[in-house]
Protein backbone atom coordinates (compact mmCIF):
# COMPACT_ATOMS: atom_id res chain seq x y z
CA UNK A 1 0.00 0.00 0.00
CA UNK A 2 1.38 3.50 -0.92
CA UNK A 3 0.99 6.81 -2.32
CA UNK A 4 1.83 7.54 -6.37
CA UNK A 5 1.54 10.72 -8.06
CA UNK A 6 2.85 12.57 -11.38
CA UNK A 7 2.72 15.05 -13.76
CA UNK A 8 3.08 14.60 -17.50
CA UNK A 9 2.63 16.90 -20.51
CA UNK A 10 3.28 21.09 -20.38
CA UNK A 11 6.87 20.44 -20.97
CA UNK A 12 9.77 19.04 -18.86
CA UNK A 13 8.17 18.04 -15.12
CA UNK A 14 10.15 20.12 -12.19
CA UNK A 15 11.96 17.98 -10.07
CA UNK A 16 11.31 19.87 -6.91
CA UNK A 17 7.24 19.90 -7.55
CA UNK A 18 7.65 15.71 -7.63
CA UNK A 19 9.13 15.92 -4.57
CA UNK A 20 6.85 17.88 -2.80
CA UNK A 21 4.12 15.72 -4.11
CA UNK A 22 5.57 12.73 -2.73
CA UNK A 23 6.51 14.25 0.59
CA UNK A 24 2.65 15.31 0.64
CA UNK A 25 1.66 11.69 0.89
CA UNK A 26 4.38 10.17 3.30
CA UNK A 27 1.46 9.35 5.66
CA UNK A 28 0.68 6.72 2.81
CA UNK A 29 4.06 5.34 2.59
CA UNK A 30 6.38 5.87 5.57
CA UNK A 31 9.26 3.49 4.00
CA UNK A 32 10.67 5.36 1.76
CA UNK A 33 10.27 8.15 -1.09
CA UNK A 34 11.36 8.12 -4.97
CA UNK A 35 11.11 10.13 -8.02
CA UNK A 36 11.84 10.30 -11.60
CA UNK A 37 11.31 12.07 -14.70
CA UNK A 38 12.00 12.30 -18.39
CA UNK A 39 11.70 15.12 -19.96
CA UNK A 40 7.87 14.37 -20.55
CA UNK A 41 6.93 12.52 -17.67
CA UNK A 42 7.63 12.92 -13.91
CA UNK A 43 6.16 9.94 -11.04
CA UNK A 44 6.34 10.12 -7.46
CA UNK A 45 6.00 7.73 -4.90
CA UNK A 46 6.04 6.87 -1.44
CA UNK A 47 6.46 3.28 -0.04
CA UNK A 48 4.71 1.33 2.84
CA UNK A 49 6.42 -1.90 2.64
CA UNK A 50 4.33 -5.29 2.87
CA UNK A 51 6.11 -7.57 0.13
CA UNK A 52 9.85 -7.92 -0.27
CA UNK A 53 10.73 -5.36 2.31
CA UNK A 54 14.10 -4.85 0.60
CA UNK A 55 15.08 -1.50 -0.71
CA UNK A 56 15.24 -3.54 -4.51
CA UNK A 57 11.08 -3.41 -4.37
CA UNK A 58 11.31 0.71 -3.92
CA UNK A 59 9.48 2.59 -6.62
CA UNK A 60 8.92 3.89 -9.04
CA UNK A 61 10.12 0.78 -11.11
CA UNK A 62 11.79 0.55 -14.80
CA UNK A 63 11.49 -2.07 -17.51
CA UNK A 64 12.61 -1.13 -20.78
CA UNK A 65 10.99 2.17 -21.74
CA UNK A 66 7.84 1.24 -18.95
CA UNK A 67 8.47 3.14 -15.70
CA UNK A 68 5.62 2.08 -12.99
CA UNK A 69 4.53 3.73 -9.94
CA UNK A 70 2.29 1.42 -8.06
CA UNK A 71 -0.40 1.54 -4.83
CA UNK A 72 -1.64 -1.58 -3.54
CA UNK A 73 -1.40 -5.55 -3.80
CA UNK A 74 -1.94 -8.16 -6.97
CA UNK A 75 -2.62 -11.00 -4.79
CA UNK A 76 -1.70 -13.60 -6.75
CA UNK A 77 1.35 -12.77 -7.85
CA UNK A 78 2.98 -15.93 -7.20
CA UNK A 79 0.84 -17.56 -9.83
CA UNK A 80 1.64 -14.66 -12.55
CA UNK A 81 5.30 -15.14 -11.29
CA UNK A 82 5.50 -18.43 -12.33
CA UNK A 83 3.19 -17.91 -15.58
CA UNK A 84 5.51 -14.80 -16.51
CA UNK A 85 8.54 -17.18 -16.00
CA UNK A 86 7.69 -20.13 -18.21
CA UNK A 87 7.18 -17.07 -21.04
CA UNK A 88 11.08 -16.07 -20.63
CA UNK A 89 10.78 -13.33 -17.78
CA UNK A 90 13.32 -12.72 -15.30
CA UNK A 91 12.50 -11.41 -11.90
CA UNK A 92 15.05 -9.04 -9.38
CA UNK A 93 12.93 -9.20 -6.12
CA UNK A 94 10.53 -11.36 -4.69
CA UNK A 95 7.39 -8.91 -4.24
CA UNK A 96 4.13 -7.87 -6.68
CA UNK A 97 5.29 -4.83 -8.22
CA UNK A 98 7.81 -6.46 -10.30
CA UNK A 99 5.23 -8.47 -11.55
CA UNK A 100 2.74 -6.15 -12.56
CA UNK A 101 5.36 -4.52 -14.13
CA UNK A 102 6.37 -7.49 -16.49
CA UNK A 103 2.40 -8.30 -17.08
CA UNK A 104 2.30 -4.86 -18.31
CA UNK A 105 5.36 -5.48 -20.85
CA UNK A 106 3.35 -8.99 -22.19
CA UNK A 107 0.22 -8.38 -22.35
CA UNK A 108 -0.34 -4.58 -21.63
CA UNK A 109 -3.86 -3.76 -21.10
CA UNK A 110 -4.85 -7.31 -20.84
CA UNK A 111 -2.93 -7.77 -18.04
CA UNK A 112 -5.66 -6.23 -16.06
CA UNK A 113 -8.06 -9.15 -16.91
CA UNK A 114 -5.30 -11.44 -15.68
CA UNK A 115 -4.40 -10.28 -12.00
CA UNK A 116 -6.30 -10.82 -8.73
CA UNK A 117 -5.36 -7.28 -6.85
CA UNK A 118 -6.77 -4.45 -4.99
CA UNK A 119 -4.83 -1.15 -6.73
CA UNK A 120 -4.27 2.12 -8.80
CA UNK A 121 -1.12 2.52 -10.87
CA UNK A 122 0.70 4.74 -13.63
CA UNK A 123 2.82 3.39 -16.57
CA UNK A 124 4.78 5.63 -18.33
CA UNK A 125 5.76 4.47 -21.99
CA UNK A 126 8.33 6.89 -22.96
CA UNK A 127 8.50 4.75 -26.60
CA UNK A 128 4.81 5.34 -27.17
CA UNK A 129 4.82 8.96 -25.31
CA UNK A 130 1.52 7.21 -23.13
CA UNK A 131 0.81 7.30 -19.60
CA UNK A 132 -2.29 4.92 -18.50
CA UNK A 133 -3.54 5.16 -15.01
CA UNK A 134 -5.67 2.38 -14.04
CA UNK A 135 -7.34 1.61 -10.76
CA UNK A 136 -9.19 -1.76 -9.61
CA UNK A 137 -12.44 -3.71 -10.01
CA UNK A 138 -14.15 -1.81 -7.49
CA UNK A 139 -12.04 1.17 -6.96
CA UNK A 140 -10.25 0.26 -3.36
CA UNK A 141 -7.65 2.32 -4.03
CA UNK A 142 -8.22 5.59 -5.26
CA UNK A 143 -6.72 8.13 -8.12
CA UNK A 144 -7.62 11.28 -8.79
CA UNK A 145 -6.54 13.67 -11.67
CA UNK A 146 -6.90 17.14 -13.14
CA UNK A 147 -5.99 18.33 -15.99
CA UNK A 148 -4.04 21.58 -15.44
CA UNK A 149 -3.79 23.37 -19.30
CA UNK A 150 -1.66 21.06 -21.55
CA UNK A 151 -0.71 19.08 -17.94
CA UNK A 152 -2.22 15.85 -16.77
CA UNK A 153 -1.55 15.89 -12.83
CA UNK A 154 -2.63 12.90 -11.22
CA UNK A 155 -2.16 11.61 -7.44
CA UNK A 156 -3.66 8.89 -4.74
CA UNK A 157 -4.42 11.88 -2.98
CA UNK A 158 -6.38 15.67 -3.63
CA UNK A 159 -2.83 17.13 -0.99
CA UNK A 160 -0.74 16.09 -3.55
CA UNK A 161 -2.55 17.62 -6.08
CA UNK A 162 -2.15 20.85 -4.92
CA UNK A 163 1.52 20.37 -4.69
CA UNK A 164 1.42 20.22 -8.01
CA UNK A 165 -1.85 22.93 -8.80
CA UNK A 166 -1.90 24.89 -5.78
CA UNK A 167 -4.82 26.89 -7.63
CA UNK A 168 -7.18 23.96 -6.78
CA UNK A 169 -9.48 24.84 -4.10
CA UNK A 170 -13.15 23.16 -2.64
CA UNK A 171 -16.05 23.49 -4.60
CA UNK A 172 -19.12 25.90 -2.76
CA UNK A 173 -22.06 25.16 -5.20
CA UNK A 174 -24.06 21.85 -6.17
CA UNK A 175 -21.69 19.27 -4.67
CA UNK A 176 -21.09 20.67 -0.92
CA UNK A 177 -25.08 22.46 -1.28
CA UNK A 178 -26.39 18.66 -1.77
CA UNK A 179 -23.82 17.21 0.58
CA UNK A 180 -24.96 19.65 3.11
CA UNK A 181 -29.14 19.37 2.58
CA UNK A 182 -29.47 15.61 1.50
CA UNK A 183 -26.27 13.71 2.78
CA UNK A 184 -25.71 12.75 -0.91
CA UNK A 185 -22.18 12.63 -2.30
CA UNK A 186 -20.88 13.86 -5.46
CA UNK A 187 -20.60 10.91 -8.66
CA UNK A 188 -18.28 8.51 -8.31
CA UNK A 189 -15.93 10.01 -10.89
CA UNK A 190 -16.51 13.30 -9.26
CA UNK A 191 -14.76 15.11 -6.41
CA UNK A 192 -15.85 18.09 -3.94
CA UNK A 193 -12.60 19.79 -5.41
CA UNK A 194 -13.30 22.08 -8.64
CA UNK A 195 -12.10 20.48 -11.14
CA UNK A 196 -10.38 17.13 -9.42
CA UNK A 197 -11.68 13.85 -11.07
CA UNK A 198 -11.82 10.59 -9.37
CA UNK A 199 -11.01 7.48 -11.47
CA UNK A 200 -13.95 5.06 -10.97
CA UNK A 201 -14.11 1.76 -10.10
CA UNK A 202 -12.36 -0.63 -13.16
CA UNK A 203 -11.41 2.19 -15.72
CA UNK A 204 -8.36 3.16 -17.53
CA UNK A 205 -7.71 6.82 -18.67
CA UNK A 206 -4.55 6.77 -21.18
CA UNK A 207 -2.87 10.10 -22.16
CA UNK A 208 -1.10 10.75 -25.48
CA UNK A 209 -0.05 14.14 -27.18
CA UNK A 210 -3.06 15.62 -24.96
CA UNK A 211 -5.17 13.99 -25.38
CA UNK A 212 -7.43 12.06 -22.99
CA UNK A 213 -9.43 8.77 -23.36
CA UNK A 214 -11.30 6.56 -21.08
CA UNK A 215 -12.75 3.14 -21.06
CA UNK A 216 -14.11 0.61 -18.43
CA UNK A 217 -12.44 -2.58 -18.54
CA UNK A 218 -14.66 -4.61 -16.52
CA UNK A 219 -18.15 -5.14 -15.66
CA UNK A 220 -19.37 -8.79 -13.55
CA UNK A 221 -19.62 -11.33 -15.95
CA UNK A 222 -21.83 -14.24 -15.90
CA UNK A 223 -20.53 -16.93 -13.67
CA UNK A 224 -21.15 -20.59 -13.60
CA UNK A 225 -23.14 -20.99 -10.55
CA UNK A 226 -24.52 -24.46 -8.95
CA UNK A 227 -28.37 -24.43 -9.71
CA UNK A 228 -28.79 -26.69 -6.38
CA UNK A 229 -28.35 -24.01 -3.78
CA UNK A 230 -26.79 -26.69 -1.61
CA UNK A 231 -24.03 -27.02 -4.19
CA UNK A 232 -23.85 -23.02 -4.57
CA UNK A 233 -23.45 -22.55 -1.00
CA UNK A 234 -20.16 -24.95 -0.82
CA UNK A 235 -18.75 -23.23 -4.19
CA UNK A 236 -19.25 -19.87 -2.22
CA UNK A 237 -17.58 -21.08 0.71
CA UNK A 238 -14.83 -22.42 -1.31
CA UNK A 239 -14.18 -19.32 -3.52
CA UNK A 240 -13.95 -16.92 0.33
CA UNK A 241 -11.40 -19.33 1.63
CA UNK A 242 -9.17 -18.63 -1.39
CA UNK A 243 -9.90 -15.29 -1.82
CA UNK A 244 -8.76 -14.55 2.20
CA UNK A 245 -5.85 -17.07 1.51
CA UNK A 246 -4.70 -15.03 -1.06
CA UNK A 247 -5.07 -11.62 0.95
CA UNK A 248 -2.96 -13.39 4.20
CA UNK A 249 0.15 -13.15 1.72
CA UNK A 250 2.41 -10.76 3.71
CA UNK A 251 5.64 -10.01 5.04
CA UNK A 252 4.33 -7.79 7.72
CA UNK A 253 1.85 -8.54 10.32
CA UNK A 254 -1.88 -9.43 10.03
CA UNK A 255 -5.09 -8.99 11.39
CA UNK A 256 -8.63 -8.22 11.22
CA UNK A 257 -11.00 -5.52 12.02
CA UNK A 258 -14.22 -7.11 13.80
CA UNK A 259 -17.69 -5.58 13.80
CA UNK A 260 -19.81 -8.15 15.43
CA UNK A 261 -21.93 -8.78 11.96
CA UNK A 262 -22.16 -11.60 9.78
CA UNK A 263 -18.89 -10.19 7.16
CA UNK A 264 -16.38 -9.43 9.31
CA UNK A 265 -17.01 -12.36 11.52
CA UNK A 266 -16.46 -14.70 8.19
CA UNK A 267 -13.62 -13.07 7.55
CA UNK A 268 -11.86 -13.62 11.05
CA UNK A 269 -13.00 -17.43 11.63
CA UNK A 270 -12.04 -18.19 8.25
CA UNK A 271 -8.87 -16.44 7.94
CA UNK A 272 -8.09 -17.94 11.64
CA UNK A 273 -8.17 -21.42 10.12
CA UNK A 274 -6.22 -20.50 7.20
CA UNK A 275 -3.34 -18.69 9.03
CA UNK A 276 -2.83 -21.92 11.30
CA UNK A 277 -1.17 -21.32 15.29
CA UNK A 278 1.01 -17.83 14.58
CA UNK A 279 -0.43 -14.94 16.74
CA UNK A 280 -3.59 -13.01 15.71
CA UNK A 281 -5.14 -9.94 16.55
CA UNK A 282 -8.39 -8.51 15.75
CA UNK A 283 -9.87 -4.89 16.55
CA UNK A 284 -13.11 -3.68 17.50
CA UNK A 285 -14.92 -0.53 18.27
CA UNK A 286 -16.78 -0.60 21.64
CA UNK A 287 -19.19 1.68 22.86
CA UNK A 288 -20.07 0.88 26.69
CA UNK A 289 -23.93 1.91 27.41
CA UNK A 290 -24.81 2.37 24.02
CA UNK A 291 -27.70 -0.17 22.97
CA UNK A 292 -25.91 -0.88 19.66
CA UNK A 293 -22.54 -1.88 20.72
CA UNK A 294 -21.79 -4.96 19.36
CA UNK A 295 -18.97 -6.02 21.71
CA UNK A 296 -20.73 -8.93 22.87
CA UNK A 297 -21.53 -10.43 19.15
CA UNK A 298 -17.33 -9.79 18.52
CA UNK A 299 -16.44 -11.10 21.50
CA UNK A 300 -17.81 -14.56 21.04
CA UNK A 301 -16.81 -14.50 17.45
CA UNK A 302 -13.21 -13.84 18.75
CA UNK A 303 -13.09 -16.90 21.17
CA UNK A 304 -14.97 -19.23 18.73
CA UNK A 305 -11.85 -18.45 16.09
CA UNK A 306 -9.43 -18.45 18.80
CA UNK A 307 -7.92 -14.92 18.45
CA UNK A 308 -4.81 -14.49 20.64
CA UNK A 309 -5.25 -10.68 21.43
CA UNK A 310 -9.20 -9.47 21.02
CA UNK A 311 -8.64 -5.71 21.41
CA UNK A 312 -11.01 -3.17 22.19
CA UNK A 313 -11.24 0.59 20.74
CA UNK A 314 -13.95 2.72 23.57
CA UNK A 315 -13.81 6.15 21.21
CA UNK A 316 -15.24 9.46 23.73
CA UNK A 317 -16.92 12.78 22.50
CA UNK A 318 -13.92 14.36 24.21
CA UNK A 319 -11.12 12.15 22.21
CA UNK A 320 -13.57 13.04 18.92
CA UNK A 321 -12.97 16.49 20.02
CA UNK A 322 -8.94 16.38 20.21
CA UNK A 323 -8.94 14.59 16.85
CA UNK A 324 -11.24 16.04 14.73
CA UNK A 325 -9.46 18.43 12.57
CA UNK A 326 -6.69 15.54 11.73
CA UNK A 327 -9.96 13.37 10.80
CA UNK A 328 -11.02 15.85 8.69
CA UNK A 329 -7.41 16.90 7.05
CA UNK A 330 -7.14 13.03 6.59
CA UNK A 331 -10.49 12.45 4.69
CA UNK A 332 -9.58 15.59 2.54
CA UNK A 333 -13.37 15.42 1.52
CA UNK A 334 -16.96 15.85 3.65
CA UNK A 335 -18.18 12.62 5.48
CA UNK A 336 -21.45 11.50 6.21
CA UNK A 337 -21.21 10.27 9.64
CA UNK A 338 -19.32 9.83 12.86
CA UNK A 339 -18.54 5.79 11.97
CA UNK A 340 -15.62 6.74 10.26
CA UNK A 341 -14.17 7.89 13.31
CA UNK A 342 -14.69 4.65 14.86
CA UNK A 343 -12.61 3.03 12.07
CA UNK A 344 -9.90 5.58 12.01
CA UNK A 345 -9.51 4.91 15.58
CA UNK A 346 -9.22 1.16 15.19
CA UNK A 347 -6.47 1.91 12.59
CA UNK A 348 -5.04 3.87 15.27
CA UNK A 349 -4.64 0.88 17.35
CA UNK A 350 -3.52 -1.51 14.64
CA UNK A 351 -0.60 0.83 14.50
CA UNK A 352 0.25 1.19 18.14
CA UNK A 353 -0.33 -2.59 18.05
CA UNK A 354 2.31 -3.51 14.68
CA UNK A 355 -0.11 -4.68 12.47
CA UNK A 356 0.57 -3.39 9.12
CA UNK A 357 -2.47 -5.13 7.48
CA UNK A 358 -5.74 -5.77 8.62
CA UNK A 359 -8.92 -7.74 6.80
CA UNK A 360 -12.50 -6.37 6.47
CA UNK A 361 -15.60 -7.47 5.46
CA UNK A 362 -16.87 -4.95 3.55
CA UNK A 363 -18.48 -5.24 -0.14
CA UNK A 364 -20.55 -8.31 0.90
CA UNK A 365 -23.49 -6.01 1.44
CA UNK A 366 -23.62 -4.89 -1.73
CA UNK A 367 -23.18 -7.96 -3.84
CA UNK A 368 -25.19 -10.59 -1.40
CA UNK A 369 -28.46 -7.68 -0.88
CA UNK A 370 -27.29 -6.90 3.22
CA UNK A 371 -29.82 -4.31 3.40
CA UNK A 372 -32.73 -3.56 4.26
CA UNK A 373 -36.02 -2.66 1.78
CA UNK A 374 -35.19 -5.13 -0.99
CA UNK A 375 -37.43 -7.92 -0.51
CA UNK A 376 -40.11 -6.47 -2.76
CA UNK A 377 -37.49 -6.35 -5.44
CA UNK A 378 -35.67 -9.30 -5.04
CA UNK A 379 -39.44 -11.28 -5.41
CA UNK A 380 -40.24 -9.54 -8.41
CA UNK A 381 -37.14 -10.36 -10.02
CA UNK A 382 -37.13 -14.34 -9.05
CA UNK A 383 -41.13 -14.58 -10.49
CA UNK A 384 -44.18 -14.46 -9.73
CA UNK A 385 -44.76 -17.08 -6.94
CA UNK A 386 -42.02 -15.79 -4.84
CA UNK A 387 -43.61 -12.16 -5.39
CA UNK A 388 -47.04 -14.01 -4.01
CA UNK A 389 -45.66 -15.09 -1.02
CA UNK A 390 -43.98 -11.71 -0.70
CA UNK A 391 -47.42 -10.14 -0.33
CA UNK A 392 -48.59 -12.61 1.17
CA UNK A 393 -45.92 -12.09 4.53
CA UNK A 394 -46.40 -8.31 4.15
CA UNK A 395 -49.05 -6.73 1.75
CA UNK A 396 -48.52 -3.12 2.57
CA UNK A 397 -44.73 -3.07 2.72
CA UNK A 398 -44.43 -4.90 -0.50
CA UNK A 399 -47.11 -2.58 -2.72
CA UNK A 400 -45.25 0.48 -1.16
CA UNK A 401 -41.85 -0.61 -2.31
CA UNK A 402 -42.88 -1.75 -5.77
CA UNK A 403 -44.57 1.33 -6.18
CA UNK A 404 -41.47 3.54 -4.92
CA UNK A 405 -39.59 1.78 -7.39
CA UNK A 406 -41.83 2.58 -10.75
CA UNK A 407 -42.07 6.03 -9.09
CA UNK A 408 -40.78 8.46 -11.73
CA UNK A 409 -37.48 10.17 -10.62
CA UNK A 410 -39.02 13.39 -10.00
CA UNK A 411 -41.17 12.09 -7.21
CA UNK A 412 -37.95 10.37 -5.96
CA UNK A 413 -36.32 14.27 -5.61
CA UNK A 414 -39.17 15.68 -4.20
CA UNK A 415 -39.31 13.03 -1.06
CA UNK A 416 -35.57 13.54 -0.54
CA UNK A 417 -36.02 17.73 -0.51
CA UNK A 418 -38.57 17.59 1.58
CA UNK A 419 -36.32 15.30 4.03
CA UNK A 420 -33.91 18.18 3.92
CA UNK A 421 -32.26 19.21 7.00
CA UNK A 422 -33.26 21.89 8.63
CA UNK A 423 -29.51 23.52 9.22
CA UNK A 424 -29.37 23.89 4.98
CA UNK A 425 -29.75 27.48 3.77
CA UNK A 426 -33.33 28.96 4.59
CA UNK A 427 -35.81 29.18 2.31
CA UNK A 428 -37.57 26.75 -0.06
CA UNK A 429 -36.15 28.20 -3.14
CA UNK A 430 -32.92 27.27 -2.39
CA UNK A 431 -34.05 23.60 -1.07
CA UNK A 432 -35.81 22.99 -4.26
CA UNK A 433 -32.76 23.79 -6.57
CA UNK A 434 -30.91 20.95 -4.64
CA UNK A 435 -30.70 17.92 -7.08
CA UNK A 436 -29.16 14.92 -6.03
CA UNK A 437 -26.72 12.59 -8.95
CA UNK A 438 -28.36 10.27 -10.53
CA UNK A 439 -26.19 7.39 -10.74
CA UNK A 440 -25.70 5.07 -13.05
CA UNK A 441 -28.53 3.24 -13.56
CA UNK A 442 -27.72 -1.36 -14.06
CA UNK A 443 -30.18 -2.47 -15.82
CA UNK A 444 -28.49 -4.57 -18.20
CA UNK A 445 -29.24 -6.93 -20.33
CA UNK A 446 -29.61 -10.12 -18.61
CA UNK A 447 -30.09 -9.16 -15.37
CA UNK A 448 -32.62 -9.05 -12.83
CA UNK A 449 -34.08 -5.46 -11.27
CA UNK A 450 -32.68 -7.00 -8.34
CA UNK A 451 -29.10 -7.74 -9.78
CA UNK A 452 -29.25 -3.93 -11.32
CA UNK A 453 -29.89 -2.58 -7.94
CA UNK A 454 -27.22 -4.41 -6.09
CA UNK A 455 -24.76 -3.55 -9.24
CA UNK A 456 -25.75 0.33 -8.34
CA UNK A 457 -25.12 0.38 -4.60
CA UNK A 458 -21.74 -1.52 -5.57
CA UNK A 459 -20.78 1.16 -8.37
CA UNK A 460 -22.31 4.14 -7.59
CA UNK A 461 -23.54 4.20 -4.66
CA UNK A 462 -22.85 2.94 -1.17
CA UNK A 463 -19.57 0.64 -1.58
CA UNK A 464 -18.07 3.67 -3.25
CA UNK A 465 -18.69 5.88 -0.06
CA UNK A 466 -17.45 3.21 1.72
CA UNK A 467 -13.93 2.03 0.35
CA UNK A 468 -12.97 5.97 0.27
CA UNK A 469 -13.83 5.96 3.85
CA UNK A 470 -11.62 2.74 4.76
CA UNK A 471 -8.54 3.59 2.18
CA UNK A 472 -8.48 7.41 4.25
CA UNK A 473 -8.89 5.78 7.83
CA UNK A 474 -6.20 3.02 7.08
CA UNK A 475 -3.72 4.91 4.95
CA UNK A 476 -4.00 8.10 7.96
CA UNK A 477 -1.97 5.44 10.08
CA UNK A 478 -0.34 3.72 7.32
CA UNK A 479 -2.45 0.67 7.60
CA UNK A 480 -3.32 -1.29 4.37
CA UNK A 481 -7.33 -2.72 4.69
CA UNK A 482 -7.66 -5.32 2.31
CA UNK A 483 -11.43 -6.88 1.61
CA UNK A 484 -11.91 -10.60 0.59
CA UNK A 485 -15.52 -10.00 -0.42
CA UNK A 486 -14.16 -8.08 -3.26
CA UNK A 487 -12.73 -10.65 -5.35
CA UNK A 488 -13.59 -10.58 -9.05
CA UNK A 489 -14.59 -14.47 -8.76
CA UNK A 490 -17.16 -13.69 -5.28
CA UNK A 491 -18.38 -10.81 -7.37
CA UNK A 492 -19.44 -12.89 -10.54
CA UNK A 493 -20.79 -15.52 -8.24
CA UNK A 494 -22.61 -13.27 -6.66
CA UNK A 495 -24.56 -11.31 -9.65
CA UNK A 496 -25.25 -14.42 -11.17
CA UNK A 497 -27.05 -16.24 -8.22
CA UNK A 498 -30.30 -16.31 -8.36
CA UNK A 499 -32.32 -13.73 -6.64
CA UNK A 500 -33.70 -16.99 -4.51
CA UNK A 501 -30.03 -17.35 -3.32
CA UNK A 502 -29.45 -14.04 -2.03
CA UNK A 503 -33.19 -13.28 -0.60
CA UNK A 504 -35.21 -16.04 1.39
CA UNK A 505 -38.25 -14.19 2.64
CA UNK A 506 -37.13 -11.96 4.73
CA UNK A 507 -33.53 -13.45 5.15
CA UNK A 508 -31.28 -11.44 3.40
CA UNK A 509 -27.60 -12.74 2.12
CA UNK A 510 -29.07 -15.93 2.69
CA UNK A 511 -26.32 -18.17 0.46
CA UNK A 512 -23.46 -16.49 2.31
CA UNK A 513 -25.13 -16.96 6.03
CA UNK A 514 -25.73 -20.76 4.93
CA UNK A 515 -21.76 -20.78 3.73
CA UNK A 516 -20.73 -19.93 7.12
CA UNK A 517 -22.57 -22.57 9.15
CA UNK A 518 -20.35 -25.00 11.08
CA UNK A 519 -17.91 -21.86 11.32
CA UNK A 520 -19.24 -18.42 12.34
CA UNK A 521 -21.49 -18.58 15.51
CA UNK A 522 -25.20 -19.55 14.65
CA UNK A 523 -25.78 -16.39 17.29
CA UNK A 524 -24.41 -14.52 14.77
CA UNK A 525 -25.46 -15.49 11.54
CA UNK A 526 -28.94 -15.08 12.79
CA UNK A 527 -28.45 -12.16 13.12
CA UNK A 528 -31.17 -9.87 11.48
CA UNK A 529 -30.16 -6.31 12.74
CA UNK A 530 -27.37 -4.30 10.89
CA UNK A 531 -24.63 -1.78 12.89
CA UNK A 532 -21.09 -2.27 11.57
CA UNK A 533 -19.19 0.48 14.03
CA UNK A 534 -21.66 2.51 14.88
CA UNK A 535 -20.76 4.87 17.19
CA UNK A 536 -23.72 7.15 19.56
CA UNK A 537 -23.38 9.61 17.12
CA UNK A 538 -26.72 11.52 18.82
CA UNK A 539 -25.47 11.25 22.15
CA UNK A 540 -21.19 12.43 20.94
CA UNK A 541 -22.86 15.71 19.03
CA UNK A 542 -25.20 16.30 22.41
CA UNK A 543 -22.47 16.37 24.71
CA UNK A 544 -21.66 19.84 26.30
CA UNK A 545 -18.66 20.26 24.95
CA UNK A 546 -19.11 18.85 21.40
CA UNK A 547 -22.16 20.69 21.36
CA UNK A 548 -20.10 24.04 22.52
CA UNK A 549 -17.40 23.52 19.82
CA UNK A 550 -19.76 23.03 17.19
CA UNK A 551 -21.93 26.07 17.97
CA UNK A 552 -18.69 27.97 17.82
CA UNK A 553 -17.33 27.03 14.65
CA UNK A 554 -21.28 27.20 12.72
CA UNK A 555 -22.02 30.74 14.18
CA UNK A 556 -18.51 32.08 13.75
CA UNK A 557 -19.07 35.50 11.90
CA UNK A 558 -16.54 34.27 9.57
CA UNK A 559 -18.08 30.88 8.46
CA UNK A 560 -16.91 29.71 5.22
CA UNK A 561 -20.63 28.10 4.87
CA UNK A 562 -22.26 31.04 5.50
CA UNK A 563 -25.21 31.24 2.56
CA UNK A 564 -25.38 27.62 2.76
CA UNK A 565 -25.96 26.34 6.60
CA UNK A 566 -29.11 28.25 8.47
CA UNK A 567 -27.41 29.79 11.27
CA UNK A 568 -30.95 31.13 12.84
CA UNK A 569 -32.07 27.21 13.14
CA UNK A 570 -28.30 25.95 14.37
CA UNK A 571 -28.81 28.97 17.12
CA UNK A 572 -32.69 28.00 17.70
CA UNK A 573 -30.70 24.54 18.53
CA UNK A 574 -28.57 26.06 20.38
CA UNK A 575 -30.90 27.53 22.73
CA UNK A 576 -32.80 24.65 22.65
CA UNK A 577 -30.29 22.65 24.04
CA UNK A 578 -30.81 19.98 21.32
CA UNK A 579 -30.13 19.56 17.91
CA UNK A 580 -32.99 18.42 15.68
CA UNK A 581 -31.27 16.60 12.98
CA UNK A 582 -27.53 15.21 14.49
CA UNK A 583 -26.77 14.03 11.12
CA UNK A 584 -27.28 17.13 9.39
CA UNK A 585 -25.81 18.94 12.40
CA UNK A 586 -22.68 16.56 11.74
CA UNK A 587 -22.67 17.39 7.87
CA UNK A 588 -22.66 21.22 8.55
CA UNK A 589 -19.38 20.94 10.96
CA UNK A 590 -17.70 18.61 9.34
CA UNK A 591 -18.05 20.89 5.96
CA UNK A 592 -16.78 23.95 7.64
CA UNK A 593 -13.85 22.51 9.36
CA UNK A 594 -13.30 21.06 5.93
CA UNK A 595 -13.45 24.78 4.03
CA UNK A 596 -11.25 25.96 6.59
CA UNK A 597 -8.93 23.12 6.30
CA UNK A 598 -8.28 23.24 2.78
CA UNK A 599 -10.39 26.59 1.66
CA UNK A 600 -7.34 29.00 2.17
CA UNK A 601 -3.50 26.58 1.74
CA UNK A 602 -1.02 28.64 1.52
CA UNK A 603 0.08 28.91 -2.23
CA UNK A 604 2.44 25.95 -3.27
CA UNK A 605 1.52 24.10 -0.03
CA UNK A 606 -1.61 22.70 1.45
CA UNK A 607 -2.63 23.23 4.93
CA UNK A 608 0.01 22.56 8.05
CA UNK A 609 -2.79 20.65 9.53
CA UNK A 610 -2.64 18.45 6.27
CA UNK A 611 0.77 17.61 6.21
CA UNK A 612 1.75 17.44 10.53
CA UNK A 613 3.52 14.55 11.18
CA UNK A 614 1.51 11.32 12.40
CA UNK A 615 2.52 10.30 15.81
CA UNK A 616 2.49 6.62 16.44
Same mark, same amino acid.
Given at each position: ????????????????????????????? $????????????????????????????? !?????? $??????????????? =????????????????????????? !????????????????? %? +??????????????????????????????????????????????????????????? &?????? +??????????? &??????????????? /??????????????????????????????? =??????????????????????? +????????? @???????????????????????? #???????????????? $???????????????????????????????????????? #????? !??????????????? &????????????????????????????????????????????????????????????????????????????? /????????????????????????? =???????? @?????????????????????? *???????????????????? @? *????????????????????? %?? +????????????????????? #??????????????? &????????????????????????????
Amino acid at each position: MCGIGGIVGGGPPDPAVLERMAAAMAHRG $PDAQGTWHDERCGLAFRRLAILDLDERSN !QPMHLG $PLHLAYNGEVYDFVE =RRAELERLGHAFHTTGDTEVLLHAW !QQWGEGALDRINAMCAF %A +VWDDRAATLTLAVDPFGEKPLYWRRDGDRLLFASDIRALIQADPSIRPQHGAALETFLA &LGILPE +VDQSFFAGVHR &LPAAHVLRFQYGRVT /LRRYWEPRPAAVPTRYPDAVDHLRELLTDAI =RLRLRSDVPVGTSLSGGVDSSAI +VTLSARLAG @DHRRHAFTARFPGFARDEWGYAHE #VAEAAGVVEHHAIEPT $PAELLDDLDRLVADHEEPVLGLSVYAQWRVMQRARAEGVT #VLLDG !QGADELFGGYEGQEA &LAARSAGPRALARAIRRDPRGTAWALARERAPRALHVRALRAAATPYAAAGPGNRAAVTPPTGRRWRARGRSPYQGE /LLRQAFASSLPALLRYADRNSMAHS =REARLPFL @DRRIAEFAYSAPPVFLRRGPVT *KAVLRDALRGTVPDRILDRR @D *KVGYEPPQAVWLADERVRARA %AE +VLLDRDARTAGLVDRAAVEAD #VRAGAWRDHAGLWRA &LNAELWLRTFDHAPSGAPPAAVTAARPA
